[in-house]
């Protein structure tokens, strides 16, 4: 399975509702990749740009893709990110492959 990196900032209403009524959001949205054929591998809240990370497998693009925009569609969200990841040995596999095409830049 591929694995993404997604990265959430709440608006500022969801945080009201947050801070009025605490809760962990990842066991919400565990049942949700679950039931998608993902896993949720870690969570963490975070300060900065974004407020909570997830690592999480997927079946494939489409379905992160799925859940993306499922969680964007329910409004508590101002900003989302999803990244694809890639192991160290599919890096170098696609550094490898990178080697044997014979790119050449403009003005070569």
Request: charged share 20%; proline share 6%.
């Amino acid at each position: 399975m591929a694995h993404f990196m997604l990265q959430i900032a709440y608006t500022p209403e969801a945080w009201a509702a947050l801070v009025k009524k605490p809760h962990n959001r990842f066991d919400a949205v565990r049942s949700v990749v679950e039931r998608m054929g993902g896993r949720i591998e870690g969570g963490w809240m975070c300060f900065g740009e974004y407020d909570g990370v997830l690592i999480v497998e997927m079946p494939d693009n489409i379905t992160a893709a799925a859940f993306s925009m499922a969680a964007v569609a329910g409004g508590a969200l101002k900003a989302s990110k999803t990244t694809p990841l890639m192991t160290f040995d599919e890096g170098v596999q696609a550094m490898k492959q990178a080697a044997e095409a014979g790119y050449q830049p403009p003005g070569s």
